[in-house]
Structures are given as structure tokens and as C-alpha cells.
T-cell receptor, first 114, second 114 residues
């Protein structure tokens, strides 16, 4: 079954805690992205990675960190520095070298603060 | 900075009617324009991608048009069905970035009334 897997579906964070959201893909895509979606707002880009061992900040990177050690995986850590982390987080992939194609999205992780 | 607007934020129409969703963008230097569908609590599904050199794209009952000079795109849905109920988002990448740095609109929530 090909596609993008995000886990967990729901995640609860306590004050001062770092949490990590998982994103795995088997589409063999080079590029991977993390977006945040808040009610009434469009998706906003947090980080993106075009190739392994390289990533770039998006529009709202503060309070987040990522790594890209494998082509298939692009985990996102929400650190304690992110003061308003409650949101729906979406991971996406794309074929960087075929820019006429769209991005493909995972099912999302909803992060809630306790 | 590119801004993408979708009006109205919500739309309800009876089943069987044809309808048009609107997307406006401020910077006409775009690589392409993409339409996505999002069901509640789910990820995004790509519907149509229009290259900057194209005027329209069709897929089944969906037809998307692009007018770069006026900064507008429309998504036409023919013979609407209850299964079309979802939020529809448009997105544009800036010229030269391929599919990187997509800027999303806030979406139109469509309800088809049986």
C-alpha cells in the first residue's frame, strides 16, 4: 500500500514538553514538507527538505525542528519554545525534479495541549 | 508577498446544481495553480493542476480555469453530488520554485444538500 503515513493521529503535549510527529513515505519522492493548519487559516509551511541531509525553513519555523536522515522519513519535533502548538499538522511529499506534479499529503496529526 | 484569497468561505447548494468556486492571487508570477480537496479531519487530495501556460484543465465533472493577468482561477463543478461536500483549497507556488513554497488560500467549505 503506497503513500504517506503520519503517526500518531492524535498527540497530546504537556507544558514544557517536546513531542515528535512522524512522517514516512514510500513514494520515492525526494522532497518532503511539513505544514500547519489552523481553523480558518490556510496551510502554512513549517519546514521542507528537497534531498536527504538538507532542509530549509518555511514561513513559521520558530519553535520547530526537523531532520532528514533517510529519504523515506521526515520527522517534525515541536519544541517547548512553540507557545501555541495546538493545530493540525500535515506532511506532504513531491517529486522535486518533476515540478509539474503536485504535492501528495498524508492523513495528518492533530496536536493538542494538556 | 503572495496572498491567496478564496471567497466565499462557505457555500451550500442543492444536489444537481452546477457551481463555481473562486480563487484570487495577488502576484501573477506563478509557476502553476493547484486545486485540492480536504475532507473533515483528513489530508489534502490533489484535484487539478494548471500550468502557467495553460488556460484550463478538466477532470471528470471538474473544470479549472486560470487567468494570470487578472489573478484569478475558478473551479467549476458540474452536476454536484453530496459526495462533493468538502473544503476546497487553491494554492500557488512562486515562479522559479517549482512546487516549493506553496501559498494556500483559506478554502471554501462546500455543502451539497441532498
Amino acid at each position: 500500500d503506497g503513500g504517506i503515513t503520519q503517526s500518531p493521529k492524535y498527540l497530546f503535549r504537556k507544558e514544557g514538553q517536546n513531542v515528535t510527529l512522524s512522517c514516512e513515505q514510500n513514494l520515492n519522492h525526494d522532497a518532503m514538507y511539513w505544514y500547519r493548519q489552523d481553523p480558518g487559516q490556510g496551510l502554512r509551511l513549517i519546514y521542507y527538505s528537497q534531498i536527504v541531509n538538507d532542509f530549509q525553513k518555511g514561513d513559521i519555523a520558530e519553535g520547530y525542528s526537523v531532520s532528514r536522515e533517510k529519504k523515506e522519513s521526515f520527522p517534525l519535533t515541536v519544541t517547548s519554545a512553540q507557545k501555541n502548538p495546538t493545530a493540525f499538522y500535515l506532511c506532504a511529499t513531491g517529486d522535486y525534479f518533476r515540478s509539474q506534479e503536485t504535492q501528495y499529503f498524508g492523513p495528518g496529526t492533530r496536536l493538542l495541549v494538556l | 508577498k503572495q496572498e491567496v484569497t478564496q471567497i466565499p468561505a462557505a457555500l451550500s447548494v442543492p444536489e444537481g446544481e452546477n457551481l463555481v468556486l473562486n480563487c484570487s492571487f495577488t502576484d501573477s508570477a506563478i509557476y502553476n495553480l493547484q486545486w485540492f480537496r480536504q475532507d473533515p479531519g483528513k489530508g489534502l487530495t490533489s484535484l487539478l493542476l494548471i500550468q502557467s501556460s495553460q488556460r484550463e484543465q478538466t477532470s471528470g465533472r471538474l473544470n479549472a480555469s486560470l487567468d494570470k493577468s487578472s489573478g484569478r482561477s475558478t473551479l467549476y463543478i458540474a452536476a454536484s453530488q453530496p459526495g462533493d461536500s468538502a473544503t476546497y483549497l487553491c494554492a500557488v507556488p512562486p515562479w522559479g520554485f517549482g512546487n516549493e513554497k506553496l501559498t494556500f488560500g483559506t478554502g471554501t467549505r462546500l455543502t451539497i444538500i441532498p
